[in-house]
């Protein structure tokens, strides 16, 4: 199983796929990373705030995979944007990882109210340049962010993780991100199960015209559109089932009706609104 690598901004791959961790309980971790490894994963998003690193540093110690194979991202938290906050986290993040240094570091959330992501992102430049991570990016940033970090940091962020899926494809911020050479990491790929996304019409018949399941139309809509994806499921079959993606092409009608799922009025989003939350 070969899963694609992608190339970011700052000339790191990335593989396209991978597993994301968001809610993995913190003592099912370590069984889940493993399974997911042992599947063929080999990206793993992860999060300080998700309290589960130590779970995804474990089974990455197990495994025994070399440490050029996997690719490991996580994130700084909301509250830890100011002074030397972001130096700190790392460093523990780092350590419940087991790592000497991230794949990629990102910037969690904007929390606009408080004004300070350029700041954080400022630091994240710093911490790129100590080596504590490869590559840096943001998450959750809306145009107005993206353009501030980018006229007054001078560096242009590799990624933007952002809620995107059917329902919700923020256009405007992935319009934005490919103007920059920012690449679009989807979150909530498959609408986090809450709405009927594997029951739409679009999404069925494609399932149906190519022999798969709900879940791998949209992980295929996600990789032809250039998203960067890691659906994440506890289930061993489930999470096997998101990885066998890659023998089939949507055409350009099934994209096309996909796309047509998104009402445009941003009542689709199923997560919390940046500008919200601080
Ligand atoms: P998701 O869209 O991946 O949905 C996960 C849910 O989909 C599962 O709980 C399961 O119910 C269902 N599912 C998964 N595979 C399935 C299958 N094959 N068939 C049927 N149902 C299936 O949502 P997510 O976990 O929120 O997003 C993926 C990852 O994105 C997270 O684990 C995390 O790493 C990241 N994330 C980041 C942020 C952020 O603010 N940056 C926020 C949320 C999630």
Same mark, same amino acid.
């Given at each position: 199983?070969?899963?694609?690598?992608?190339?970011?901004?700052d000339?790191h791959?990335?593989?396209?796929?991978g597993?994301?961790?968001?809610?993995?309980?913190?003592?099912?971790?370590?069984?889940?990373v493993?399974?997911?490894?042992?599947?063929?994963?080999? *990206?793993?998003?992860?999060?300080a705030?998700?309290?589960?690193?130590e779970?995804? #540093?474990?089974?990455?110690?197990?495994?025994?995979?070399?440490?050029?194979e996997?690719?490991?991202?996580?994130?700084?938290?909301?509250? !830890? *944007?100011d $002074? @030397?906050?972001?130096?700190?986290?790392?460093?523990?993040?780092?350590d419940?990882?087991?790592?000497?240094?991230? @794949?990629?570091?990102?910037?969690?959330?904007?929390?606009?109210?408080?004004?300070?992501?350029? =700041?954080?992102?400022?630091?994240?430049?710093?911490?790129?340049?100590?080596?504590?991570? !490869?590559?840096?990016g943001?998450?959750n940033?809306?145009?107005? =962010?993206?353009? !501030?970090?980018?006229?007054?940091?001078?560096?242009?962020?590799?990624?933007?993780?952002?809620?995107?899926?059917?329902?919700?494809?923020?256009?405007?911020?992935?319009?934005?991100?490919?103007? =920059?050479?920012i690449?679009?990491?989807?979150? #909530? &790929?498959?609408?986090q199960?809450?709405?009927?996304?594997?029951?739409t &019409?679009?999404?069925?018949?494609?399932?149906?015209? *190519?022999?798969k399941? &709900?879940?791998?139309?949209?992980?295929?809509?996600?990789?032809?559109?250039?998203?960067?994806?890691?659906?994440?499921? /506890? =289930?061993?079959?489930?999470?096997?089932?998101?990885?066998? /993606?890659? @023998?089939?092409?949507?055409?350009?009608?099934?994209?096309a009706?996909?796309d047509?799922l998104?009402?445009?009025? $941003?009542?689709?989003?199923? $997560?919390?609104h940046?500008?919200?939350?601080n």
């Amino acid at each position: 199983m070969t899963i694609p690598a992608t190339t970011l901004n700052d000339g790191h791959s990335i593989p396209q796929l991978g597993y994301g961790v968001f809610k993995v309980d913190p003592e099912a971790t370590e069984k889940a990373v493993s399974e997911a490894l042992e599947a063929g994963y080999r *990206h793993i998003d992860t999060a300080a705030i998700y309290g589960n690193e130590e779970g995804v #540093g474990a089974a990455i110690a197990k495994s025994g995979i070399e440490r050029s194979e996997l690719y490991i991202t996580t994130k700084l938290w909301n509250d !830890r *944007h100011d $002074g @030397d906050e972001p130096n700190k986290a790392i460093a523990e993040s780092l350590d419940k990882l087991g790592l000497e240094q991230v @794949d990629l570091y990102l910037v969690h959330w904007p929390t606009p109210a408080k004004d300070n992501y350029v =700041h954080a992102f400022a630091k994240l430049i710093e911490l790129r340049e100590q080596g504590h991570t !490869r590559s840096i990016g943001v998450s959750n940033f809306l145009v107005p =962010h993206l353009e !501030r970090v980018v006229a007054e940091t001078g560096v242009t962020p590799a990624v933007n993780q952002i809620e995107l899926h059917p329902a919700y494809q923020q256009r405007d911020v992935v319009e934005w991100a490919a103007d =920059h050479g920012i690449r679009i990491e989807a979150w #909530g &790929p498959l609408g986090q199960g809450k709405y009927d996304l594997f029951g739409t &019409p679009a999404v069925v018949d494609a399932a149906a015209a *190519h022999g798969k399941t &709900p879940a791998q139309i949209v992980i295929g809509w996600h990789l032809q559109k250039g998203n960067i994806v890691f659906p994440k499921s /506890v =289930h061993a079959e489930r999470l096997r089932q998101n990885l066998d /993606v890659f @023998d089939f092409t949507l055409t350009g009608a099934e994209i096309a009706a996909i796309d047509a799922l998104d009402p445009q009025d $941003g009542s689709g989003r199923v $997560g919390t609104h940046p500008e919200d939350f601080n």
